[in-house]
């Protein structure tokens, strides 16, 4: 059973960074496309980020661009989400995924396996 573990997440205020963390407890981690999703009470689960395996290609939800990186390390197991000028809009519960296929798509759907999530809160 692959696990993930979410880390890094807390309580900012608006403008600070934070950069979440992604360990992940396979061998074959390269192999995966990764994704990091948001979700606030009551609301669905909305895509961040994702990078495929090879870790090349990113893609963002316009909401983030610009402000968001997603990169990965192959030898620690581990992805990450750099977040910068953070916004009240930002607060959410912050989750990684990851995607047997790969590629890091934007539908959560795709992923197989996901964190318990890490709470994210930016004070205005």
């Known amino acids: 059973q692959v696990q993930l573990v979410e880390s890094g997440g807390g309580l900012v205020q608006a403008g600070d960074s934070l950069r979440l963390s992604c360990a992940v407890s396979?061998?074959?981690?390269?192999?995966?496309?990764m994704g990091w999703f948001r979700q606030v009470p009551g609301k669905e689960r909305n895509f961040v980020a994702a990078?495929?395996?090879?870790?090349?290609?990113?893609n963002y939800a316009d909401s983030v661009k610009g402000r968001f990186t997603i990169s990965r390390d192959n030898a620690k197991n581990t992805a990450y989400l750099q977040m910068n000028n953070l916004k009240p809009d930002d607060t959410a519960v912050y989750y990684c995924?990851?995607?047997?296929?790969?590629?890091?798509?934007?539908?959560?759907?795709?992923?197989?396996?996901w964190g318990q999530g890490t709470q994210v809160t930016v004070s205005s």
């Open positions: 995924a990851a995607d047997y296929k790969g590629l890091g798509s934007q539908g959560p759907e795709n992923y197989e396996y």
């Open positions: 396979e061998r074959t981690f390269s192999w995966y496309g």
């Open positions: 990078i495929s395996w090879w870790g090349s290609d990113a």
